[in-house]
């Protein structure tokens, strides 16, 4: 196979690839994420495009033990309980629906904030549901509000959303160098967010009265609450530390395994097995791209459209990262154009900015991100949200929080 052959074949199979990733599953073809980066990667090593050696290379483990670290310790917290017991007290503590908006947005943002994003609305979205019907309270303001503040609070950190995982592998920022830049982004972002939902549903909001009903009374293992936060906070501290990342987070997930006195099999059950596989596919699938040159090409074409300061680059990088993530997703973006940050003239300050714009960009629309169809999906019995009901908000959302993020960040710069 000629060198031109081969570059022609590893475009194609990337083509396909995210076409079948970002576009509903095909009637011919019916594959879901996982499965259509998986089929990309077979296809990039049965057409000759890549070794198994290289396919194995390709592989960024580091960010697949930091997801599966993360996912063990959210797993032991959804069994102890703890996600019943959160639902529960904010219905109980909220007095008025705008109340429980506000409180709904903080818990959402910080627990994306300590978590995976996806993994909080994957546990969180049935409970939320319950708590809002039995409450008697219309559900497309809290679906829209958990799914946004998921997005926004999982920028402050570089475990929030896979996305920053991969820049953090790829970027070898440190933990707290990363956070001070970005915590304050997600705070003006959650405040932003709430006060766009707010004024969106004020009439109905306004006409809406909590129905007090008696909690669920779900059972509630609060020694293995204590040892998943108690861990959690070791987990940090270490990251703060400046400890391996990937493996301080399955340090703690570990720790946690051997002291819960829980049946494993149960655990590991609740660990997303696809979405590791997803990554672990899709690492393969865009080293093929990468190895034909065609980013490279792309970059010396667009570079000089980015500016020649830093703060030109900074806001021209952050639409087109905005731009490229809705049109390629996130995480496909993040692993070509993390390639192009070192051309800048401030890397440090693009990693942010890359992190913020693509995560921001997940509330675009309904499909910008995981956490968005993983909320609307699980919510489909109850209420059935549009494209149209989510980027009417969404828009607004996006466009605030980005402008006043990539203010306060280059601030801090």
Known sequence: MSAAQREYLAIAIFALTYLLISGRRLKILPLNRPASALLGTVLMVATGVMKPEDAYRAVDYDTLVLLLGMMLISAYLYMAGFFDWAADRVLAVAPTPQRLLLYLILISG????????????????????????????????????????????????????????????????????????????????????????????????????????????????????????????????????????????????ALVMVLARRDTHEVLKQVDWHLLVFFAALFVVVEGLNSTGLPDQVYSRVHPVFGSTAASQ????????????????NVPFVLVAGEWVGGFQNPALMWKVMALATTFAGNLTLLGSVANLIVVESARKHVEVGFWDYARYGIPVTLLTSAVGMVILLALA
Do not use: E
């Open 110 to 253: 910080v627990l994306s904030a300590l978590l995976v994003n996806d993994t909080v609305c994957l546990m969180l979205t049935p409970l939320v549901v319950a708590v809002i019907v039995r409450g008697g309270l219309p559900l497309p303001p809290y679906l829209l509000a958990l799914a946004m503040s998921a997005n926004i609070g999982s920028v402050a950190t570089l475990v929030g959303n896979p996305q920053n995982m991969i820049i953090g592998s790829m970027s070898g920022m440190p933990f707290a160098r990363f956070s001070a830049g970005l915590l304050p982004v997600a705070v003006a972002g959650l405040a932003l967010q709430y006060a766009v939902l707010r004024f969106g549903f004020r009439k109905t909001l306004a006409g809406a009265v909590i129905r007090r009903t008696p909690p669920l009374g779900q059972p509630v293992d609060k020694r293995l609450i204590q040892l998943c936060f108690g861990t959690l906070a070791l987990v940090f501290a270490g990251f703060v530390a400046g400890l391996d990342l990937a493996w301080t987070a399955l340090t703690g997930g």
């Open 314 to 329: 900074a806001w021209n990088f952050a639409w087109f990262s905005a731009a490229g993530s809705n049109v390629f997703s």
